[in-house]
């Protein structure tokens, strides 16, 4: 059986108490967590929240409900692509991975891009995937830094050709711009 204990305890020196009904954690003398008892199937455990370091309460914080909120916020095609992979996943948790990864791309693109990419993928498949998705976000990065690239190329070019200062245009004279 596995008990948890806070996060800052891991790799120390605890003492552990049993009970009937209860299994008490102290370091230096002092309880640092309790659990009810468990019996049954070898490898068990018992993991309080409380006990998890931030980063890992997100990952738990994972729940259908969650990702359909998350994809809300999104737009309307991201909530039809995260309903659509909890919908036809065989295993919630693997569904839930993989919003998860889609969900962490937010750190790098805006929700315009995120929701611009998953209107694609609807737009090209039934099935659309996280990785497709990804693709997109990625490949839209490059085209609009490449993009980006060429308008500055054809400025600089613009500017070059004028050589003479302020040139005045055909109109100027009397005549037309052509």
């Known amino acids: 059986m596995f008990y948890s204990v806070p996060y800052e305890y891991i790799n120390r020196e605890v003492e552990v108490k049993l009970s009937d009904n209860l299994v008490e954690i102290f370091f230096n003398h002092m309880r640092v967590a309790s659990h009810k008892r468990l019996y049954g199937k070898f490898g068990q ?3 309080l929240r409380d006990h998890m370091p931030d980063n ?3 990952y738990v914080d ?3 409900e969650s990702a359909i909120e ?13 309903r659509y992979l909890l919908d036809t996943s ?3 948790k693997q569904a839930l991975q993989s919003i998860f990864s889609l969900k962490k791309s937010e750190l790098n693109y ?3 891009e995120i929701e611009r990419a998953c209107k694609m ?3 090209m498949t039934k099935r659309p995937t996280v990785k497709s998705i990804q693709t997109i976000l990625k490949n839209n990065k ?3 830094k490449k993009s980006d690239a060429e308008q500055e190329l054809k400025r600089q070019t613009d500017i070059s050709k004028n050589n003479y200062g302020f040139t005045r245009g055909a109109s100027y004279y009397g005549g037309t711009d052509k």
């Open 110 to 112: 805006t929700k315009y």
């Open 45 to 47: 455990s018992s993991t």
């Open 62 to 64: 994972q729940t259908p």
């Open 70 to 82: 998350w994809a809300e916020s999104i737009g309307a095609s991201t909530l039809s692509v995260i």
């Open 142 to 144: 490059k085209n609009n």
């Open 121 to 123: 993928v609807v737009s």
């Open 90 to 92: 065989q295993n919630e």
């Open 56 to 58: 890992h309460k997100l």
